[in-house]
């Protein structure tokens, strides 16, 4: 023992193999007595709902055999006194029962001492199987005087059907039997007597001997009275599990006795077989891991020379030859190749981050060619405004809109998953719905040709939700579909979700009827529809936004445009979720019908924060001066100013990177023109910087400035606010129409 001991103290091999057994050991241990615990939990729980599965099964035979024999008499009484009958007919009803049923021994109708005066006190047409012979005689004699048996006096006073106790009739059916006696009541009301159907135990221990699930299980059914009706198996065991359920029907009580060796004989086998294999393999890990570490730790002798010469300053050292290829020749190896790997490791971390920055310029390209898909086009039909705000660089929401035939057809979808396939799978439907719709007018017939054409080319299993839908711009007939897609909203005189038909989303089903809707749409009426970027908006907390929040925001909205009713859902929104990341897209389309002659909305447009953009707004401003007939000149200052300021904020308002948009109002009062930009980046009041120094040439003028003072030249007033987190920044023009300026 001493010697053992003293080889562990200074031998890492057996140090290291006898740390290694203990850990194996403990966490054998562990894993045995935890997997032990588990199991007898396990089996206990199992067992329990096979003896209960058994219990109902057996409780079920039984109830279903009591229902068909109790049946028979309760369906044959009515027939007694039903039409006068002759002394053989009642024979024969008993005769019936007993053929008619083949778990029913004996059936008797047993009628009060002189029922019938002219058959004698005793009236009791009885009718038995023996075999397969059905014998009937007649059963009340001065030796078996039946009106004081349990079967006949207890249905008397009861004035109920009777279930009796289990007894052996000798007059009778000569077998120990059970009784269900239900009374007759002539047409007087009075109690005539009692039809009976007799039941022999037999069955009952046949059926118990079928259902019992183990030699050494015992079953005992027992009566009201505590009578043994039935048992199978003899059980000698000194602790046992004793389970009982009850028949309602008789109040048997049915006793399952399993002896606990039974329950936990498995259990006990595998627990013995797997202690012999967990102390067999201990014994074997630590034999071989001595062996083992002894084999690997003997270059370690001859390193460690180096390694106390390299301690004690001698870097320059050379290290001693190691002949094998595995954790220690790395060691070795490190100290001279240390240099190399350093510079290999910054080398591919430059080609990483240049690879990165490849990727994140491609995403944001794609971004761009994504939302430069989404219309932004004004129309001056309808009151209509739709936004789209990516959670990721691209996305995979989507909206479109245009007009045909005095029509408006619009989309909004979601594209289930993220990223790029997403992003694709939405580019790919909103083409489809142009392509579509430009020549197919049934909204119904566009979904379906459109789930068709996706399932056609859909390898990854993807789906698309979405709410389609045509407006007859004359008459506000709406005629929509929805395909799985968030309920809309219908804001009339109250603020409810829009009735719809539960249509599959797209890409499910190849052959799904999809089925259209009608609503007519009056003027003052709007139509909302988001996507579940919306209702599902997270904040720190984990909350949802939810649908009761946003129908309530919309009913306390007072805005009379669909402008105004997106921006104030958006802010809501983002003031729930505060500064929390978004994990979806956030999409709405709102269309509200007005009447041409008192329509009268700004126009409105969202840009993101990026150069090319500028072609967009310049498209912007020239259709808001063509809709008021503005006069080029005024067109090129406009364009000129508000091209200064956009252009200002895309190059300063956003950190790098960061995601953001540019929101332009424009509207004109009959003598103003007024232009209202709006961006959720860093403060700053372009009218509080000095102007610039134009008395000095080019080359001694500082850089900035001159832009925002060129729109002060050309606009008439420009006014600052930080509204919230916005900077706000209001352009006004006076024009009035025939005047030269």
Known sequence: MWNFSRKIKHSFAARFS????????????VTFIVSYLFSNRALKSKTEQNVEATLNLLTTHIENILEQVSGTPDNLKHIVFSSPLKQMDYFCLTRIAVENNPFIYGSAIAFEPN???????????????????????????????????????LPKELQASYWSNSYYDEEGGNIQMLTYSTPLIDSSGAFAGVFTADLSLEWLNELVKSIVPHEQVSITIMGRDDAVLAVQGNNQNEKVYVYQTEIPQTGWKIYLILPRKVMYEELFLSRIVLLIIGVAGLLLIFIFSINIVKKLIKPLKLFSVSAKQIAHGQLNITLPEINSED???????????MQSELLHYIETLKITTIEKERIDSE???ARELQMGMLPKII????????VLYPAKLVGGDLYD??????????????????????AILMAVTLNMFRAISSCVGSIKEIVSLMNKIVIENNEQNMFVTLFAGILDLQTGMLNYCNAGHDPSVIIRNDVQHLPVIPNLPIGVLPDFEYQSQELNLNFGETLFLYT????????????????????????????????????????DVKTFVQDYE???????????????????????????????????????????CAEYQINSNILLKLNLALEEVISNIIFYAYPEKENGVIELIADYNNTELIFTVTDFGTPFDPTQHSQPETSSSIEERKIGGLGIFLATQIMDTIHYERVGNRNQLTLKKIYHPHKNF
Request: hydrophobic content about 35%; glycine content about 6%; some cysteine.
């Open 327 to 337: 954790e220690i020749a790395e060691l070795n190896h490190s100290f001279r190749y």
């Open 363 to 365: 995403l944001r390209v």
């Open 115 to 153: 029922y019938f005066p002219t058959r004698g006190y005793y009236f009791s047409p009885y009718s038995w199987q023996r075999g397969d012979s059905i014998f009937t005689k007649q059963l009340g004699t001065t030796a078996y005087h039946y009106f004081d048996k349990e079967w006949y006096k």
């Open 582 to 624: 978004p994990s979806d897209d956030l999409s709405m389309l709102a269309i509200r019908r007005v009447s041409q002659e008192k329509k009268k909305i700004p126009h409105t447009i969202t840009l993101q924060h990026n150069i090319s953009e500028i072609s967009v707004l310049q498209k912007f401003i020239e259709d808001f």
């Open 401 to 422: 809109f245009f007009i045909r035939d005095k029509k408006l057809y619009f989309i909004i979808g979601d594209v289930s998953g993220k990223g790029v396939p997403a």
């Open 532 to 571: 579940d970027g919306i209702t599902e908006a997270e904040n720190r907390e984990h909350e949802l936004y939810g649908t009761t929040r946003l129908l309530d925001l919309i009913r306390n909205c007072k805005e009379n445009n669909t402008q105004s009713l997106v921006k104030a859902v958006l802010k």
């Open 379 to 386: 129309l001056h039909e309808i009151d209509l405004h739709a």
């Open 18 to 29: 006898s740390y290694l057994l203990l850990l194996v050991g403990l966490i054998f241990s």
